[in-house]
């Protein structure tokens, strides 16, 4: 069962990492400011960025869960 959970917890730990990379950056700039905050106000995400942001809360949720159980679990 420990094994079990550590490799699920090392495939949640890349899918992390990956989605987050995945992701795309915030505009730089001033004319990206401007826009992006006036985007991020109105919730304007689509597509792909709105799924990969859904799934990082997934996996980050599973992660910290999984976190807590190994710890509690010991070695």
Not at 26 to 35: D, K
Not at 53 to 58: L, W
């Amino acid at each position: 069962m420990d094994v079990f959970l550590k490799i699920i917890f090392l495939l949640v730990s890349l899918g992390l990492i990956a989605t987050v990379l995945l992701q795309s950056g915030r505009v730089a700039g001033l004319s990206g400011t401007i826009a992006g905050g006036a985007q991020s106000l109105f919730g304007k995400k689509k597509g792909v960025d709105s799924f990969l942001a859904k799934i990082t809360i997934v996996f980050a949720i599973v992660f910290m869960l999984l976190a807590i159980v190994l710890t509690a679990i010991g070695p």
